[in-house]
């Protein structure tokens, strides 16, 4: 995933699992101290995440500015 994230020019990239009711990180390939560890807590919750869970496609209209 790392090797995805550096080729493609992507900023983040990571996985998210559920157990239905918070949301936690996977895998996180951030190389910098703010990597978060598997089963660190997403700072999204459940409810807003649900439908991407459940496969339906999610984005969220926040545009993300930093270095």
């Not at 910098?32 to 991407?52: H, P």
């Amino acid at each position: 995933m790392r090797n995805l994230k550096e080729d493609s020019g992507i900023k983040y990239l990571y996985t998210l699992t559920t157990d239905g009711n918070q949301v936690y990180y996977g895998v996180d390939t951030d190389t910098t101290n703010n990597q978060a560890k598997i089963g660190d807590r997403f700072e999204d919750n459940y409810q807003q995440l649900k439908s991407a869970f459940q496969g339906q496609t999610y984005s969220s209209p926040a545009i993300d500015y930093s270095l």
